[in-house]
């Protein structure tokens, strides 16, 4: 995988970096918050890239799953645009949501632009933590002796400077000036302020009291001083003249908001995380067990629609309060439950593709990378899944029972075992092994439909314009007109590899012979593209259809098409849909051939062609049962 190629093509692939609000990733996936949808050809296309697993639309962000090659593809974004600038001002909304989305959408997308960064560093240190912790208990090494005391400093600054380090990506997501956010958490942690705490006296500013909290270690108060500076930095640039501005603004939010800081913003931040940390303390205490076996269970569904991340800032939160994370524990079964399942799919399949894939994903699962095989095999597959989440339900009865917890965050993996390390440690080791080998045995049992070996396969000819293979689910029957008099043309025929090879979906293509498109169906218009050269149709019955005029012509911009309806419109068949000037697009260069593709083809047992040869505007071309 040449990353540098894998981020050109997707950024052009996105729209172009003007299309990208935010750009930031996880353990294995990109996250892009977009200002337009892209259409389902560019979903298809990025697909079938080397190097990308898949793709999900979830939470307000467009995810792509690249692996743990990730943080390679997201450093080549930076040499080939501007998409990672931290300078506040240098793109017109960085750091910013589109202002689309539900709110758990953009609840998730703060979270994860705010602590993903983190993460690598934080499971590094946790895992150091660990390691001394079991170094202690065995008597290696004394507390008091100097190598563990500068070991215990590397493993614990992160966490004691914690609001330091979210100062920096709260003030690049909330698009405000780094280093005033960053002087903000310096005061918050300075020696003098927090030795005004330890001293347990009466603090006052201005002759105000100031209630003392201590704020090493802390999440909340400095994600909502920032949030506040954010706003204040942008009123205070607004009124100040631009001659003084860079002067005058920082100083002005130092001597406000360290102060406000102190006397609101964090009394209040400490209390919330107080009350949130002692809310799931009290749910999981009420049945340990059966809270950390649903946690367990529901966790790799979580992470499949990218929505995880709403218990991520929750875990941080135990860990800053608490000093361990209950909840974090019960999530890791699941992770090792995967892992079983692709190791059965690896012995058990007869298809040597697949086998390789079950067992270069095994090997990763392992180390808590999940997603390739989860995406690649166990969920393709179904059953190998459902016998995961079963399995991890189970473990995550165990680790329950023993009240496992995690000292610091990271992936789970065999790598990381020692950030769990504490009470119930063995209780969490047998319930993620339990998870691993009840995954196992239960996916040989059960069994999957396996794919025939490839030298069954070998050999078979190229169908074109024939019916499509037998679906499992069956919607119901649906005939669909023809949009555009031309002539039509086998899908295979058309000049884009993405529409010939049927990636995006079967149907046909046609050649336009006039510049008018007309509904296939009777149903609604589901999407409206910008430029206006494709529209997406979902019939009353559920029948998905994209009729895409031209190839690249995306590129036009709108020029030379007129779009007749609304998105959400109601429309008949036979009614205008989107005027286009044939010639004009001819004459620009672009290929008319205009394909029609049926998206949801999978809930179909077949797709039939039963056309007259010449068929005319609204006589069956497609017909789904």
């Not at 946690?295 to 790799?300: K, L, T, V």
């Not at 000093?323 to 892992?339: D, E, I, N, T, Y």
């Not at 165990?398 to 917890?405: E, M, Q, R």
């Not at 993620?432 to 995954?439: H, L, R, T």
């Amino acid at each position: 995988m040449n990353t540098q190629s894998l981020a050109r093509d997707l950024l052009r692939l996105v729209g172009g970096e003007d299309n990208v609000a935010t750009l930031v990733h996880c353990a294995t996936r990109l996250r892009f918050t977009l200002r337009t949808a892209i259409s389902p050809m560019d979903v298809c296309e990025i697909e079938a890239l080397d190097g990308v697993v898949t793709t999900v639309n979830s939470a307000g962000q467009f995810q792509v799953v690249i692996g743990n090659r990730v943080p390679e593809v997201y450093r080549a974004f930076g040499a080939i645009s501007g998409l990672l600038n931290d300078s506040p001002g240098d793109r017109n909304t960085a750091g910013t949501s589109t202002g689309n989305g539900s709110v758990l959408g953009k609840l998730i997308d703060l979270v994860s632009s705010i602590f993903t960064p983190l993460l690598g560093a934080m499971a590094a240190a946790g895992v150091l933590k660990g390691v001394l912790a079991i170094v202690l208990a065995l008597g290696w090494l004394n507390g008091k002796d100097s190598t563990f005391v500068i070991l215990h400093a590397a493993s614990d600054s992160l966490f004691y400077f914690l609001p330091m380090l979210l100062a920096i990506t709260s003030a690049r997501k909330f698009d405000t000036n780094i280093f005033v956010a960053v002087s903000i958490a310096g005061a918050l942690v300075y020696p003098t302020i927090q030795g005004l705490f330890d001293a347990g006296r009466a603090v006052t500013f201005l002759g105000m009291p100031v209630v003392m909290m201590k704020y090493t270690s802390s999440v909340l108060p400095i994600i909502l001083a920032v949030w506040v500076m954010s706003h204040a930095e942008r009123f205070l640039n607004r009124r100040i003249h631009e001659s003084v501005r860079n002067i005058l603004t920082p100083c002005m939010l130092l001597v406000v908001m360290v102060p406000l800081t102190l006397m609101t913003i964090g009394p209040v931040g400490i209390s919330v995380s107080k009350l949130v940390a002692s809310v799931f303390v009290t749910i999981y205490e009420f049945n340990p067990i059966l809270a950390s076996a649903l946690i367990a269970a529901a966790w790799q569904i979580l992470v499949i629609f990218g929505v995880h991340w709403g218990f991520v800032s929750v875990f941080i939160n135990d860990l800053s309060v608490m000093g361990r994370s209950f909840l974090k524990a019960s999530s890791s079964p699941s992770v090792f439950a995967q892992s079983g399942a692709l190791l059965a799919v690896m012995l058990r399949t007869r298809d040597t593709k697949l086998r390789a894939l079950a067992g270069s994903t095994f090997v990763a699962s392992l180390f808590g990378i999940t997603e390739p095989g989860v995406y690649g095999v166990t969920l393709k597959l179904k059953k190998p899944f459902i016998c995961a989440v079963i399995a991890a339900a189970i473990g995550g009865g165990v680790v329950g029972y023993a009240k496992s917890s995690a000292i610091s965050m990271g992936m789970p993996s065999l790598l990381t075992l020692p950030i769990f390390y504490g009470d119930g440690f063995i209780g969490f080791v047998l319930g993620c092994a339990i998870a691993f080998g009840v995954s196992l045995v239960l996916t040989l049992l059960v069994g999957f439909e396996d794919s025939k070996p490839a030298a069954e396969t070998a050999g078979e000819p190229a169908i074109t314009m024939q019916p499509a293979p037998a679906r499992k689910r069956a919607a119901v029957a649906e005939n669909l007109g023809l949009p555009i008099q031309g002539e039509v043309i086998p899908l295979s025929a058309v000049d884009d590899k993405v529409f010939s090879s049927g990636i995006v979906g079967p149907g046909v293509a046609i050649r336009p012979q006039e510049g008018c498109v007309y509904s296939p169906l009777e149903g609604q218009v589901v999407n409206v593209y910008a430029s206006g050269h494709a529209i997406g149709l979902r019939s009353r019955s559920g029948a998905e259809v994209l009729v895409h005029v031209g190839i690249d012509t995306v590129q036009l911009e709108g020029r030379h098409y007129r779009m007749k309806v609304a998105q959400g419109e109601w429309v008949s068949r036979g009614q205008l849909l989107l005027e286009f000037d044939l010639a004009a697009i001819k004459a620009a260069g672009y290929d008319t051939t205009t394909p029609v593709i049926v998206i949801n083809a999978d809930d179909y047992r077949a797709v039939d062609y039963p056309m007259a040869p010449q068929p005319k505007v609204g006589e069956t071309i497609i017909a789904l049962s």
